[in-house]
């Protein structure tokens, strides 16, 4: 089986920064594309940003410039990295990867808090 786990959680102000992790445990052959998604409360869940394993990036239009999606392939982690947070930020962010042999799965979550 495989785990994504997220770590970073957090309550931060308006105009800070955050880091999350995800890291991918257990029977791995290879990782294609890693993202990280949001769901706010009473809002569906949205991408947030994604990567490939080549690192070629993609992000929603609300975080663009201000977030950095990366990875470690070497140890099957990913990072996001958040800045000059807003308030709207505000979710439970989730880790997402296509990973090989077991197909798609998700992490379990983490909560970040951006007060105004």
């Known amino acids: 089986q495989v785990r994504l786990v997220e770590s970073g959680r957090g309550l931060v102000q308006a105009g800070g920064s955050l880091r999350l992790s995800c890291a991918a445990s257990?029977?791995?052959?290879?990782?294609?594309?890693m993202g990280w998604y949001r769901q706010a409360p009473g809002k569906q869940r949205e991408l947030v940003a994604t990567i490939t394993r080549d690192g070629s990036t993609n992000y929603a239009a609300s975080v663009k410039g201000r977030f950095t999606i990366s990875r470690d392939n070497a140890n099957n982690t990913m990072y996001l990295q958040m800045n000059s947070l807003k308030p709207e930020d505000t979710a439970v962010y989730y880790c997402?990867?296509?990973?090989?042999?077991?197909?798609?799965?998700w992490g379990q979550g983490t909560q970040v808090t951006v007060s105004s």
């Open positions: 257990g029977i791995i052959l290879s990782i294609n594309d």
């Open positions: 997402n990867a296509y990973v090989k042999p077991w197909g798609d799965r």
